[in-house]
């Protein structure tokens, strides 16, 4: 019913050998996908600094760009000052989410001082979400 292949792979020929392209482990994924959340924390960190001026959000914005620094084995990351452009609420909600993926990735990464770092950022924007959720039901 089915004709056998006849060619080789394209797959297997493109890059020759398989160590002829570069191979990352787990870790180094990791270590990726949970300085892409703690980056995406900062910049709602600053944008929530721009809407409202705080020395906790100060504080919390430089141990973020410390971890991503750390993480990302550079410099510190390149930061943009926040628009203001959306409400607190809305940043408040997207903080706490991404502070939650930034808590899963670590933790599965072991790394101890962003799993500490993203569950304290995700009390601080719980805590600012709780009396305007109680108030708006």
């Known amino acids: 019913m089915y004709e056998p292949i006849r060619t080789k792979s394209v797959h297997s020929t493109m890059a020759g050998t398989p160590s002829d392209f570069p191979h990352r482990s787990r870790e180094e994924e990791l270590d990726i996908q949970l300085a ?11 944008e929530l600094r721009a809407l409202a001026p705080s020395a906790g959000l100060d504080a919390a914005a430089e141990r973020l760009a410390q971890q991503v620094a750390r ?26 989410a991404l502070a939650g993926r930034a808590l899963v990735v670590a933790a599965s990464r072991a ?19 709780e009396p305007r959720e109680l108030a708006s039901h």
């Open 36 to 46: 892409g959340h703690l980056s995406a924390l900062l910049a709602v960190t600053d």
């Open 111 to 129: 790394d101890t001082a962003a799993a500490i770092l993203a569950a304290q950022q995700m009390d601080v924007h719980a805590a600012a979400l």
């Open 71 to 96: 993480l990302r084995g550079g410099p510190a990351p390149v930061r943009a000052p926040g628009s203001g452009a959306d409400d607190a609420v809305s940043l408040h909600r997207r903080a706490h």
